[in-house]
């Protein structure tokens, strides 16, 4: 045992990466086969076994057997997408014209509306047909009118708001949510107006408004603020979930795949400077932790007695995940398992460093009043980056000298800062997003919606103004961050360095989770009305649950075979076998409605 143990901790050891270019392109994967599950999901029924294929499995292929040939399989998966796109009975193009023409004739019109504007129409019944419909006088249309205004007046001041749409009264709303990854077809046809038919009087004055028609309806701004509540509570970020469920997915894979001779020893973590898959994995958990964190850290309620109690609260959130960071070190030293100490040192895990990060997130928030996050975030990279070159820490960290408890665990400690700044500037790519799902004021939506437009066209354009913005934000960050990443190495002020998580990394991690969060925004916006998987969806709700199982499976494994000796039929069944384990702990989870 002790001597497959060093031949194991050699086997993963000195490791020189890759370029940036080979991991972008074996992480393309992530959106190549988001795109194959968009085109396909319309085909097959939902299912954990066709999540995993479309989701899951994509993945795995993509850093074991066509890690070499990133570029040839990326596009298989795309000619793939494309040929199921042209070749469905009907297809998504058809599909988005086809609502694109409803929505045009819809808008402004009661439902069952005529396409004439001579005529009104009436509810088709048992007793009428096209046919013999009478034709009204003006007069019978202006009293026809009035008495279905004074039956909308009456019914909004007794009306008692459910849920569920109905066809009776056009007071009732069925508002979708206009970021909601699905739209029934059933819902088409039960959307209502907002806007009540124009009264007897606006018609004799001839399109002249009255004086009383500045204040708000009551019946308009009850139904408002209903649909209003509901159509707020429905509202979600699919591409968030996506990334942060593929960025799992990938961290996954590779933590297992790693031990075995299919998986290439580039994609491994390097060992002092360089770029590799699992490097910016690390970085991309944090990032990603950053991005979800920021709810918890809105400036409200920060006064000095609630910012004791935040710390308080954070050091009891973070008590779990520090406490599995213990039980990792006993187990690990207990069964004397393979572990490369230059990667965190001898006692410390990263289990320790993420259950720190919130902590120190809260610690520095009182800081955000005056200065932003990514401010904050870049300032302590570049100060931790000083300490390192020109106060000799990186020379310290380089040598085999280990002096005490602190020497011990120095590059676990001596990376803390440098993760902290990832983490400062997921808060700070987080705080852009969060505006993207923050409530529309009712009172806005009041004032602002008019005479022919529903709540839901009023948030669904209101959204996609958010939506536009975010992605030029998006933009303007990936390019900022690439930039100066070429500009610090063209100027040979370091290289990338996970060990130390130096400037050069995090503005590595930066540019790359803000370039794929991009991509996913983008494709939500190709697919706008394509569900999240459900298995994706049960991954990004149990992240903690489904990595630390990842750790125990891992382990299991490690300890019940050589797998570093594995052939590379035998390591790709087990790959596939563990990876099906996670992914069903996680789908059981979601159908027991357990999130931890």
Known sequence: MADYK???????????????????????????????YATLY?????????DYL????????????FATSPITYNASLVTLSVLVYLTSPTSRRQRSNGNRKDQSRSKGSWLEESDSDEEIAEPPSANTSTNNTPIKLPSQVIQSQNQNQNQHLSSATSLSYSPSPSLESP???SVEDPFSPSTSEGNKVSKRRLSPQPSPDSIADNGHERKSSSSPRPDRIYVQDQAHSQAQSKR?????????????IMTVHCILAVDFKVFPRWLGKCEDFGTSLMDVGVGSFVFSLGLISIKSLSLTNSGPRDHNKNIFRAIKKAAPTLMLGFVRLLMVKGIEYPEHMTEYGVHWNFFFTIGLL????????PLRKWVRWSVLGIGMSLFHQLILSKFGLQTFLLSPSRPGLLGLNKEGIASLPGYISIYLLGLSTGEHIQRLSEPVPPKSVNVNVNVTET?????TRHYDKRGTELVLELFSYTLSWWAALGAWTFFGLGEVSRRFANTSYVLFIASYNTLFLLGYLTLESIFPHV?????????????????????LFTGLVNVSMESMYAGKTLSMVVLVGYSLAVCAVARLLRNKRISL
Request: glycine share 2%; net charge positive; proline share 8%.
């Open 6 to 36: 060093s031949a194991k901790e050699a086997f993963v050891s000195d490791n020189p990466g890759s370029s940036v270019f080979t991991i972008i392109a074996i992480s393309l994967t992530a959106w190549t086969s988001y795109t194959l």
């Open 236 to 248: 979600r970020l699919p591409f968030l979930s996506v990334y942060r469920a593929h960025m799992m």
């Open 455 to 459: 709540i839901e066209e009023h948030l």
């Open 42 to 50: 319309s085909r097959f029924r939902p299912s954990f076994l066709f």
């Open 171 to 173: 007071l009732r709303l």
């Open 531 to 551: 569900p999240t998987p459900p298995l994706l969806e049960s991954i990004n709700k149990n992240g903690l649950v489904v990595f630390l199982v990842a750790n």
């Open 54 to 65: 479309t989701s899951a499995l994509p993945l795995l292929l993509s850093i074991t057997l």
């Open 358 to 365: 919130p902590i120190f997130g809260v610690l520095v928030r």
